[in-house]
């Protein structure tokens, strides 16, 4: 008695409906033939080192043409420093106040229900789609000396537009997105949960999130607080409008360079460059560091 045959099942058709669908495309995605993954990883290469690597070493070249004592001496020219002060007292302002509004923002939006909760998530989006040059706009309206409140400001001897006041304000603003929209889905996937039974085991509203929520969310705020500052030090476009171009008082780094190139002083503007980009380096390498060290529990986080 011979018997039956043992049926061909077709793995592949088999998963297709199950679970474990998108794995099998995976394997096939990662089987392409060679030439292809070669060709795409070139691709990217080249496009790395014509828009990316070709001018941050063309910043270092310039900024090195003149000798190294070129460089050091544009450096330490008095407009030169001003600008560099200008711009690290705005970023120790504006990042600080940006890191405790990103918190209590997306606190309320993640953990109560209110009316205007949409409203609200769309206004701390509007700096992404608003043009910086017109908030920088709109802050003259406001504090100019024909704006709304110029006059009111004038009377008490306050100076915001064409002063630090103003850059600051500006860099506020389009910089306030960036650590409540990182929070924002972080305490989303987090949930109530454990704030909840925190509370119920009597424990009060800052205890809680000092001892469940921050230790929670802290690699998230500190990757937002270093975008943050990353876009604060090389804001330009608010920044230009508000400043006045002062030399010496109201230029940020990205203004100074401006001012440098236009005066043909090219090695000096380039040495300016040069510093923007070495704390570009230092912001990319904490959070590449972050992605490396915590990566596995930002993704445990945010996968719970």
């Known amino acids: 008695m011979t018997s039956p045959a043992t049926p061909q099942i077709d793995v592949e058709t088999a998963v297709a409906d199950t679970p474990f669908a998108p794995l099998v495309q ?5 089987g392409e033939p060679r030439l292809v993954r070669w060709l795409l990883i070139g691709v990217t290469l080249v496009f790395l080192g014509v828009f990316l690597l070709l001018p941050l070493l063309a910043v270092f070249t310039q900024a090195l043409a003149s000798g190294v004592g070129a460089y050091f001496a544009a450096m330490v020219d008095p407009d030169a420093l001003s600008s560099i002060k200008l711009t690290l007292l705005t970023a120790a302002i504006a990042v600080p106040l940006n890191t405790v509004f990103g918190v209590a923002a997306a606190w309320a939006i993640t953990k109560f229900q209110f009316r205007g909760k949409g409203l609200l998530i769309t206004l701390i989006d509007l700096p992404f789609s608003v043009s910086p040059v017109i908030a920088g706009l709109v802050f003259i309206l406001i504090f100019g000396s ?17 002063a630090a006041p103003g850059i600051i304000l500006a860099t506020v603003f389009v910089t306030f997105p960036f650590v409540a929209r990182e929070l924002i889905p972080l305490m989303q ?13 009597g424990a009060r509203g800052w205890s809680t999130f000092w ?7 802290r690699w998230g705020l500190l990757y937002g607080v270093l975008l943050c500052n990353a876009r604060a030090m090389g804001e330009f476009g608010a920044v230009s409008v508000v400043s006045g171009h002062v030399r010496g008082q109201t230029n940020t780094m990205p203004l100074q360079v401006e001012i440098l190139y236009n005066d043909y002083q090219f090695a000096a503007a380039f040495a300016v460059a040069s510093l923007l980009a070495l704390l570009a380096f230092v912001t990319l390498g904490l959070k590449s560091f972050l992605e490396w060290r915590h990566g596995s529990e930002l993704a445990a986080v945010r996968g719970h």
């Not at 024909?146 to 064409?162: D, N, V």
């Not at 996937?189 to 085991?201: R, S, V």
Request: proline content about 5%; cysteine-free.
């Open 189 to 201: 996937a987090l949930g109530t949960d454990e704030e909840y039974a925190a509370l119920t085991l």
């Open 146 to 162: 024909r704006g709304w409140l110029g006059p009111w400001a004038s009377e008490h001897g306050l100076k915001i537009i064409f």
């Open 26 to 30: 995976t394997n096939a995605a990662i």
């Open 211 to 217: 001892h469940v929520t921050l230790p929670n969310i």
